[in-house]
């Protein structure tokens, strides 16, 4: 009963080479999160969606891009992969607050890339 | 703006110790506190929560009081295992669709 899951765990890629990780709930939660996580760090929000509506974080680097298609599945594509962007990128839901009920953001196991 | 701070680690205890990891905030109003744990290569698991001043959240012997006067959240357990070695995350929310974290405590259990 995975709410969050995120494919794949693991992804090497080549650094220039352009890489696309996913995330799917089964949480139905209008709110879908992009993080990435440098080790020995705390997470740092890339962007959110609202529903379709897309928030870009300011000092999001343009080499990150994100979509998603429906409620279910959200992407993160990053076009031009450096070194610096090796890290574990996490993906997160939380409800709508004009819902009520919980609060929280419901993480993913993340993505671990490694850009070689 | 809003931000978290807490203590920095590593902590190291024996199992059975009374473990504390002080959290403060910065929040220009009521914002929703969090505690998140990571064990070593997985996501964030929330580990317990607090909405409102005065709220204790716990789970899996944890403890942690929302405490608006100190603008704190300090998470609490009695005895520690082996099994509680991870790092742990101070989080609070403020309605943004926002989740601002601290930068991480790690907490290491010897037997």
């Known amino acids: 009963d995975a709410m969050v899951i995120q494919n794949p765990r693991y992804q090497v890629t080549q650094f220039g080479k352009p890489v696309t990780l996913s995330c799917s709930q089964t949480?139905?939660?209008?709110?879908m999160y992009w993080y990435q996580q440098k080790s020995s760090q705390a997470p740092k929000l890339l962007f959110h969606y609202y529903d379709k509506d897309f928030n870009n974080e300011a000092d999001t680097p343009d080499n990150f891009q994100s979509r998603r298609p429906n409620t279910s599945f959200c992407f993160l594509d990053i076009r031009s992969p450096g070194l610096g962007d090796a890290a574990m990128y996490l993906c997160a839901t939380s409800r709508d607050l004009f819902q009520g009920g919980s609060t929280e953001a419901f993480f993913g196991q993340g993505t671990r890339l490694t850009v070689v | 703006g809003n931000s978290v701070t807490q203590m920095e680690g590593p902590v190291t205890l024996s199992e059975e110790a009374f473990l504390t990891i002080n959290c403060t905030y910065t929040?220009?109003?009521?914002?929703?506190l969090f505690w998140y744990v990571q064990y070593p290569g997985e996501g964030l698991q929330l580990l317990l929560k607090?909405?409102?001043?005065?709220d204790k959240g716990s789970n899996k012997g944890f403890e942690a009081t929302y405490r608006k006067e100190t603008t704190s959240f300090h998470l609490e357990k009695g005895s520690v295992q082996v099994s509680d070695s991870a790092v742990y995350f101070c989080a609070l929310s403020e309605g943004t669709y926002k989740y601002i974290f601290g930068t991480g405590t790690r907490l290491k259990v010897l037997a």
């Open positions: 949480l139905n939660h209008n709110v």
């Open positions: 607090a909405t409102k001043a005065d």
């Open positions: 929040a220009t109003g009521y914002p929703s």
